[in-house]
């Protein structure tokens, strides 16, 4: 921040680092780790991680998962797939195959000892009162960590946090921690709104910094409603999709989600012609596995489950060029907004989720030239206004084509953020 601030900014703490390189690990790291799959090995996993250049990992701390709701250590538990009956091949970050048994504590303290060994960072949230329960594969210990009432989640979390980082102070790991956020996206999630989703925050907040001073605490936003971030935060975290609005105009607002769409005849619609594979999954047959997931995000998952990828990219290479001046101005507009933001706040900025918005899993058109033109963009923009934590795009961990296709610029992209130097 610059000497014209009206407040100074929050002094890190001395053995965080200068820049957090940030990547999402989300929840796949516990429900995706079954032989074979993404995360099966932990410690290959935060080797390239760091190899990327990345020197922070942002993901679900599975609160209820490690500890049951009166607080005691759980033990061993089973996940499932998100939506049963074999299907997520084309889901970012949803595409678990479900059959998993793991200690979460066990493997969370696990995952504390590699960061400490090779020297990364872990920010700490939950997606449990958003998307993240139903690869719980138990009905009742879903049923058990819903029915904490809506007003009392957050303080809930905030406890589950506190035994966590309890136990991690007593083993010295506490100091991998980078930051921790209640929740991912109470202003997206399942509790109070408004007013008193903030009041209750602050609450939820204040109970961590006075358990655990040395430990900063953000609040983790996506709409950029700055009445609703607390006033105890201490890291400014605000999402930026970019392509949101072209997302849901557009790409999905003129298929999945058009008015004249029809699930009972997808090819009725031309655009849906243009992009769906020759053999498809009934919309009556999806929907009743799928009845647990957010009705947000059911005809999404039907559609990315149909999709013919290849189609589905040529089609949106040829709709970008209408949206990109668009897309280009929310992100300038956004980061300058949250920058502003922080500094009349006096904390430091991170953006930890961004970019265009959920694409399909093989979907190429974001990893491409002209797609990966907008993260060069976000980077630029990171580095303008003095982001003390950066995000390549929510989309580029071990399950994810950018992370095996092109490690390099990763590590390119990183490098830069950190070294403070804008592309070209």
Not at 81 to 95: A, C, E, I
Not at 131 to 138: E, P
Not at 295 to 308: Q, S, T, V
Request: aromatic fraction near 12%.
């Amino acid at each position: 921040m610059t000497s014209s601030d009206p407040r100074p900014c929050l002094r890190l703490p001395a053995h965080l680092p200068a820049k957090l390189s940030i990547d999402c690990w989300i929840w796949n790291w516990i429900v995706a780790a079954t032989p074979g799959e993404p995360y099966d090995d932990l410690e290959r996993c935060v080797r390239e991680a760091k190899d990327r250049g990345f020197n922070t990992v942002r993901l679900e701390a599975g609160l209820n998962w490690a500890f049951r709701v009166d607080g005691q250590p759980r033990g061993p538990m089973e996940f499932g797939p998100w939506v049963p009956g074999g299907y997520g091949w084309n889901w970012s970050s949803v595409n678990a195959r479900g059959g998993g048994r793991h200690d979460v504590l066990e493997r969370l303290l696990y995952l504390f000892e590699l960061a400490q060994r090779h020297e990364l960072f872990v920010i700490l949230t939950s997606w449990e009162y958003q998307d993240s329960s139903w690869f719980v594969a138990d009905p009742a210990i879903r049923a058990k960590v819903y029915a904490v009432p809506p007003a009392r989640r957050l303080l809930h979390l905030a406890q589950q946090h506190d035994r966590l980082l309890t136990l991690l102070a007593a083993r010295g790991l506490d100091r991998q921690v980078a930051f921790v956020e209640v929740h991912n996206e109470p202003d997206c999630s399942e509790f109070p709104s408004g007013a008193q989703n903030r009041i209750l925050h602050e609450e939820a907040i204040a109970l961590l910094r006075a358990r655990h001073p040395g430990v900063l605490v953000s609040g983790d936003f996506a709409l950029h409603d700055y009445a609703m971030v607390p006033g105890n935060v201490q890291v400014f975290d605000q999402h930026v999709y970019a392509g949101a609005a072209w997302y849901f105009e557009d790409l999905y607002g003129q298929t999945v989600l058009s008015k004249q769409f029809d699930p009972t005849d997808p090819r009725a619609l031309e655009s849906m012609r243009k992009i769906l594979r020759d053999e498809l999954v009934p919309w009556a047959q999806f929907m009743r596995p799928a009845v647990n997931i957010r009705p947000f995000w059911r005809p999404i998952m039907w559609l990315f489950e149909n999709l013919d990828n290849a189609a589905w990219d040529r089609w949106v290479a040829a709709r970008f060029p209408a949206w990109r001046e668009r897309i280009w101005t929310t992100a300038r507009e956004l980061f300058a907004a949250d920058a502003a933001e922080a500094r009349r706040r006096g904390v430091p900025l991170v953006l930890d989720e961004g970019g265009f918005f959920y694409p399909p899993r093989l979907s190429r058109f974001e990893i491409s030239p002209a797609g990966l033109e907008l993260l060069e963009l976000c980077a630029d923009l990171a580095v303008q206004h003095e982001y003390w934590g950066f995000m390549p795009g929510t989309y580029c961990g071990p399950e994810h084509l950018l992370w095996h296709d092109n490690p390099g610029w990763l590590r390119r992209i990183n490098e830069r953020f950190r070294a403070g130097r804008l592309a070209g």
